[in-house]
């Protein structure tokens, strides 16, 4: 019986140490919540200050732009498609989009929203050309845009398609993760404050993520496939709190389950690595599930804000505030 405990011990002790965060860089005066992993060599950041990174090895060197003009500019997301083509959004009013195709040596503004109240939470994209961004509601809707041409241009939904939102209720602009695309052009998005959600299509599903108050709700979302999902969130004041932080559906949205052991704290992140396979990020820490977020790990204390893996890849990469990027080392 000792030999057999003893087994169980050092195979539990083996797995809770098999995943690493292994820091690239740190130091830049940049709070980094854009992160867009093209393959396992050319990763691109975005953040404060109307700075972007660029790295063509992995993660190894750092190309730093700061963008002409945009200087006290916020960059809350960015989607990439090679080492030479990305597309950042900012959030505040004005709102606006901007596309480089040599490599961050030049950016063109492709989007310009001046309307009072525009704030922008985040962009996502099917393939090389269609993609979608997100916005707070304005007079009780949220702002929706999209593109067919790989950002070069992007049209407003019409009122009367735009989503309506609930008292209070908005979305976060903490990882550029609160919407996310299925296949055939469909796509989901989270909210929070006085009241959580996920809009998909039509349907507006209730959320048990702590919710009734501004700081708190649903802060990113993460997809398998058409029925499996987890959400992430919490309370971004209380950055150890566990309460109503993570919940799992594998039917759609019809029923939500907590884990058996939640993420270690509020968590502004999810993403799906593959397999059974998740990580989540937030202020406090890192968590890994390998059992489709039954239980999570805490594998770093290390702060982050957006994890992201590698669209044609297997590396997974983290960014956060200071300039701070890290990778997941799977031993």
Known sequence: MRIVILCIFIFYCTYSSAQTIKILTSGKKTSIRGLSVVNDNVIWVSGTNGTVGLSVDGGEKWKWIHVATFDTTDFRDIEAFSATTAVIMSVAEPAYILKTVDAGETWEVVYENKTKGMFLDAMEFWDMHKGIVIGDPIDNKFFVATTLDGGQTWQDL??????????????????????????????????????????????????????????????????????????????????????????????????????????????????????????????????????????????????????????????????????????????
Request: net charge positive.
């Open 158 to 331: 019409s009122q009367e398609d735009l989503p309506v939102a609930d008292s209070g209720e908005a979305c976060f602009a903490s990882s550029g993760t609160n919407i996310r695309a299925f296949p055939k052009g469909e796509a989901c998005f989270v909210t929070g404050g006085l009241r959580s959600r996920l809009f998909i299509n039509d349907e507006h599903i209730d959320l048990p993520m702590i919710q009734g108050k501004e700081t708190t709700g649903a802060n990113s979302v993460a997809i398998k496939n058409k029925k499996t999902w987890i959400v992430v969130g919490g309370d971004y004041t209380q950055r150890d709190s566990t309460e109503k932080n993570c919940f799992i559906t594998n039917d759609g949205g019809r029923k939500w389950m907590a884990p058996k052991i939640s993420p270690h704290g509020y968590r502004s992140c999810v993403e799906y690595l593959g397999g059974n396979s998740w990580v989540c990020c937030g202020l406090n820490g890192v968590d890994y599930s390998s059992d489709n977020g039954k239980t999570w790990h805490l594998k770093s204390t290390e702060s982050f804000h957006v994890c992201k893996k590698a669209k044609n890849g297997k590396s997974v990469f983290l960014a956060g505030v200071d300039g701070k990027i890290g990778k997941l080392v799977l031993k």
